[in-house]
């Protein structure tokens, strides 16, 4: 199998249209993607106080509807974005028109980009998307082909542990009814130590790993110690 496929193959086709669907409410503040609403302010200000976005050249990986890529873009980054689910890019092409916002949106892998852009990004944020693929690990591995020399990796993914389990699939899924059903799989969340080994063998060093608490009674989320659901983690490139 060459790269190309390799590429082509990494992602899967039920999850692209879970989320597709979802295109059209994503910027809805009180739709179905109402805890990533919730969630980007923290996840924008954990980047920023680790880069000086002003100028700066920011990859979004797995953008969705483009929440995160706009902030990254207000804050004064050169962002580009990109995703496999095509409503999902038409939908933030669509908003970038309402807000004037400049991002430029790409419908493609992020493995074709890391071939074709090597060393070309100051910071790369890959939110909420590792588990959601087959292969996490050449995912980390393209991102870090992506950035420059001391450029920094941004992630955010679901611990696998019992608390997690309970809070983001039984809790948010089933009981509060936060997120539509099916959108997680437990066998498919990440520990930090299988995150830290992804990020060793793709050439990174784990900067730092910080719990991200969603509170939805007060609709927020704040940065936590606990990282036994949630959690964010920064890596640099030597």
Same mark, same amino acid.
């Given at each position: ?65 483009? #929440?995160?890529?706009?902030?990254? %873009?207000? +804050?004064? =980054?050169? @962002?580009? *974005?990109?995703?496999? /689910?095509?409503? &999902? ?68 993914? #679901?611990?696998?542990?019992?608390? %997690?389990? +309970?809070? =983001?699939? @039984?809790? *948010?899924?089933?009981? /509060?009814?936060? &997120? ?59």
């Amino acid at each position: 199998m060459n790269e190309s496929t390799a590429a082509s193959e990494n992602f899967s086709q039920a999850e692209l249209d879970k989320f597709g669907a979802l295109a059209n409410r994503w910027w809805d503040e009180q739709g179905p993607q109402k805890a990533l609403h919730a969630l980007n302010p923290v996840r924008l200000e954990y980047v920023r106080q680790r880069v000086s976005l002003t100028g700066a050249r920011v990859l979004d990986v797995g953008c969705g509807g483009g #929440l995160l890529s706009e902030a990254l %873009a207000r +804050a004064g =980054a050169q @962002v580009t *974005a990109i995703d496999l /689910a095509p409503e &999902l890019i038409k939908v933030a092409r669509l908003h970038r028109l309402e807000s004037g916002v400049q991002v430029d949106y790409q419908l493609r892998p992020v493995e074709s980009l890391a071939e074709e852009m090597p060393g070309q990004f100051d910071a790369v944020t890959c939110m909420e998307m590792l588990e959601h693929v087959p292969d996490p690990a050449a995912i980390i591995a393209a991102c870090a082909q992506l950035l420059k020399p001391g450029g920094r990796l941004f992630l955010s993914t #679901l611990n696998r542990t019992p608390a %997690a389990f +309970a809070l =983001a699939i @039984v809790g *948010a899924e089933y009981i /509060a009814r936060l &997120l539509p059903t099916g959108t997680h799989h437990y066998q498919d969340f990440i520990k930090p130590a299988e995150l830290a080994a992804w990020l060793r063998a793709a050439g990174l060093q784990l900067e730092d790993v910080s719990g991200l608490a969603y509170e939805p009674w007060r609709e927020r989320a704040r940065l936590s110690s606990r990282t036994d659901v949630n959690y964010l983690a920064c890596a640099v490139k030597a």
